[in-house]
Nanobody, 119 residues
Framework: VQLVESGGGLVQAGDSLRLSCAAS????????MAWYRQAPEKQRELVAT???????TYADSVKGRFTISRDNDKNTMYLQMNSLKPEDTAVYYC??????????????WGQGTQITVSS
């Protein structure tokens, strides 16, 4: 499975951005997909997840501002980000996960895309 993110950039506080994650390869094996982010000198954190059935979860810090979605026909996942804040500045990573017997089988990662929000 290969994952390629796009859509990052430099924006001002209050602006919106949409990230895309295009998946290729054995995408049918993925049970869930997610967006993570990593700010400088901080650990990578989970932003949002979406299952093959469309069930979503969000970090408290982005609830009400970010929306995760997927287009299975296009093998693409999205992250719509509204009301961006300077603290959203980070490298955003696309993640795809296989789950086997209730445990994580494999994690796939994109290369990351930088988002910088100026105040």
């Amino acid at each position: 499975v290969q994952l390629v993110e796009s859509g990052g950039g430099l924006v001002q506080a209050g602006d919106s951005l949409r990230l895309s994650c295009a998946a290729s390869g054995s995408t049918f094996t993925l049970n869930a997909m997610a967006w993570y982010r990593q700010a400088p000198e901080k650990q990578r954190e989970l932003v949002a997840t979406i299952t093959t059935r469309g069930t979503t979860t969000y970090a408290d810090s982005v609830k009400g501002r970010f929306t995760i979605s997927r287009d299975n026909d296009k093998n693409t996942m999205y992250l719509q980000m509204n009301s961006l804040k300077p603290e959203d500045t980070a490298v955003y990573y696309c993640n795809g996960r296989t789950i086997v017997g209730g445990t994580v089988g494999a994690d796939y990662w994109g290369q990351g895309t930088q988002i910088t929000v100026s105040s």
